[in-house]
Nanobody
Framework: QVQLVESGGGLVQTGGSLRLSCAASGSIFGIGAMGWYRQAPGKQREFVARISSSGTSRYADSVKGRFTNSRDNAKNTVYLQMNSLKPDDTAVYFC????????WGQGTQVTVSS
């Protein structure tokens, strides 16, 4: 089993920044890609960003140029730097890890006030 713990969410004004972290523990050997999804109230969970084990990132169009994914394999941690935040970014952000099957964190709330 893989345990994922997110941190770094909070309340920020439009245009502000936040940095999310996701630390993996447990059976971490063999983890491949890691990344982020988000779910806003009343909406389906949507893809935000993904980073491969070698560091190649992919982003949703809605966050390109504003969010940056990074990964520290020595710490088994991925980060999501979120800049120029908008009210539409308000959601619960979930970290995931691909180790054959997907593992998910408990989520961290990000709220962007207008």
């Amino acid at each position: 089993q893989v345990q994922l713990v997110e941190s770094g969410g909070g309340l920020v004004q439009t245009g502000g920044s936040l940095r999310l972290s996701c630390a993996a523990s447990g059976s971490i050997f063999g983890i491949g890609a890691m990344g982020w999804y988000r779910q806003a109230p009343g909406k389906q969970r949507e893809f935000v960003a993904r980073i491969s084990s070698s560091g190649t990132s992919r982003y949703a169009d809605s966050v390109k140029g504003r969010f940056t994914n990074s990964r520290d394999n020595a710490k088994n941690t991925v980060y999501l730097q979120m800049n120029s935040l908008k009210p539409d970014d308000t959601a619960v952000y979930f970290c995931y890890a691909d180790r054959g099957s997907d593992y998910w964190g408990q989520g961290t709330q990000v709220t962007v006030s207008s």
